[in-house]
């Protein structure tokens, strides 16, 4: 399923703040792997569901915290983050290694979950993109392939690969300033 947009965010994170029960079901329903992706780098694969279901449990109790200014991914990435971070407190018997600790907190954490969010956003944006265009920036960005590589996998001539790939980096950067915009 496509992220939504900052508005869509925003818009899921309304209607939870007034319990409404579709839009929690909404909310995990596209952002459930981004944030099941980013608290597993932490904790890692078997404790990761339980972060993420605590997660969505907080956002659903603490909904009326929400502020419609602030981006909705930003706000649930930060409940996330927290309860990664309690979950490596409750280690008892296990080692966690203090790298592991400062890759997630950062300064306090908001580091990381700022690029957490702002990367579901792009991910966002990226899905606006006409077709030709975001299958060429997701095989560059999200594949690490090269334009050659591209245009051999797609059969197509690599000045297309090229020029796709100018128009749709172009596009999106308009998208992100829109979403910029609409965010203030």
């Not at 508005?7 to 579709?22: K, M, N, P, Y």
């Not at 329903?29 to 997660?55: F, I, N």
């Not at 956002?59 to 915290?65: L, S, T, V, Y």
């Amino acid at each position: 399923m496509e992220l939504p947009d900052n508005a869509g965010g925003r818009a899921i994170g309304i209607r939870l703040a007034d319990h409404d029960e579709t839009a929690l079901e909404d909310a995990y329903a596209a952002y459930a792997p981004a944030v099941l992706a980013y608290v597993s780098k932490y904790v890692g694969r078997d404790e990761a569901e339980d972060v993420l279901q605590r997660t969505f449990l907080d956002a659903w109790r603490h909904a009326g915290r929400y502020d419609p200014r602030q981006r909705f991914t930003g706000w649930l990435f930060t409940i996330a983050h927290r309860r990664a971070v309690d979950t490596l407190r409750n280690r008892r018997t296990q080692v966690v290694d203090v790298e592991t600790i400062r890759d997630l907190t950062g300064e306090d954490g908001r580091e990381t979950v700022e690029r957490f969010a702002d990367a579901a956003d792009v991910r966002a944006a990226v899905g606006k993109l006409p077709d030709h265009e975001r299958v060429v920036i997701e095989m560059a960005y999200f594949e690490d392939l090269t334009q050659q590589e591209i245009a051999t996998r797609l059969e197509l001539p690599l000045g297309t690969v090229k020029a796709r790939a100018s128009r749709g980096t172009r596009r999106l950067a308009t998208l992100m300033r829109a979403e910029e915009g609409g965010a203030r």
